[in-house]
């Protein structure tokens, strides 16, 4: 179903027909999809940041916002706009760049990989061939903007923060790979598309969480641990290290930390939708629906309809697990470092060293369902 | 071998088991989300506060007999008890009567210790101002009836917990007219004088 309608193409030739030149056509073309992917992931963490209040609220028998804007929803905007106003401190003998540079580390590798989320088979950035390897690699560059905030803040407190930070982050990253390695095996393919595409045409029953059960929980955890969300946010936990590494930063900078740790959490859970619970795909799938009327694949509007559902789709699962990580922020107390460190090294890497083994004989013994 | 099949078999055993208790901690988060939310919406839904909650004190200027007990048994001696003796009437005059509630601790003792039960406690706790000054309550100040949650029409009244009727959590869409819970003094006296008929008949008969 690749072809249908090319927003690029038309869009290049209907700037051609004002008299552009095409390369001039493609350079205007070029920023918007980027623009729009930023625009909606912001959207997407201040619907999470919401979610997180109102759901929070109401496993505590709360209300939650309720009066700015209808139901609340402004509340996040209202966080937003009040760290933007507060002062931005530096503080005495902190070292300058380091402390404006480690939000920045930290936060920026998590919007570069939006990159290859995709929400439908075109409706992506780029496809780019070795796409959930992008992000592992890019999610690798966040413990050194974690040492740079813990370092440079002047504070050893902080300091002894930023170090737990890195090491949980370090300890988690290496079953993350081997539960991907494992989807990545059966799909045959590195490409986020490729590995939605794998597990298409069968509706509910072809979603990745059937034939890696063990692997979602795997990957669920360790993601959970590199967001820093309870029960592993250690650093952040304000009874132990007051904030950790993000003690003594306030103003834009800390909104950077707070901004970029929704962002975590939302591009996390939707990776998890894409890799384990069939991306875009409807339970039903659509193609089944389409061919029962006998309506061709091509019809422009049916082209519409299915890239809305495949979006709908795609959100409805990543708020849904949204959902389930902020029941579970209040259902289980906080892990220590050291229970947090046994657990990601001791425990989850050699299960996810056994599962992508058990996932290798099984590709092999039958390869029909495991990925031929 | 065999030891360490044990070992890997007790690991699975611990690791079922406490995957159990989560997901019985995430059914009790997610039950907590089918019930009504506890919030009292002040200031559109207020408290009302229980008989002998401590709030501003109230006094009647015309019972006091400037003793001067409220003074003595205050913990920072603050009842400020301006009075004089009348040679004429050989009685004491009180002129005037302060209490600034700026520095009162609301513990009750002046209103347990007057002997004239001119001090009482009232349910008002709203005494927010704009300047220190304005706390410290003049005798005509503090004769002034509280404030009533029941009486402000922009107001709905939550009852506290302790009014709540018998296995009720929630004060909002309490039925008109519950009772709370347990007996009136009047109910338990007709109650043991019940007990007391039925053996006096017992031994009697």
Redesign the interface.
Known sequence: MNSGIDLQGTFIESLQGFGLPAGAAKAIWMPLPMLIVLVGSTVAVLIAVWMERKVSAAAQQRIGPEYIGPLGILAPLADGLKLVFKEDIIPAKADKWLFTFGPMIVVIPVFLSFLIVPFGENLLISDVGMGVFLWIALSSVVPIGLLMSGYASNNKYSLLGGLRATAQSLAYEIPLSLAVMAIAMMSNSLSTVDIVQHQSGYGLLGWNVWRQPIGFVIFFIAALAECERTPFDLPEAEEELVAGYQTEYSGMKFALFYLGSYVNLTLSALLVSILYLGGWEAPIPVGLISSTFNISDTTPWLQVVTGAIGILMTLVKTYALVFFIVLIRWTIPRVRIDQLLNLGWKFLLPVALANLLATAGLKLTFPAFFGG | MLKFLKQVGDYTKEVVQSAKY?GQ??S???D??R?????V?YPYEKLIPSERFRGRIHFEFDKCISCEVCVRVCPINLPVVDWEFNKATKKKELKHYSIDFGVCIFCGNCVEYCPTNCLSMTEEYELAVYERHELNYDSVALGRLPYKVTDDPMVTPMREFAYLPKGVMNPHDLPAGSRRAGKTPQEIVAETQAAQAKVSAITEG
Do not use: E, K, S, Y
Request: net charge positive.
């Open positions: 989560i901690g995430l009790v988060t997610f907590h989300m019930r009504r939310p506890v919030t919406q």
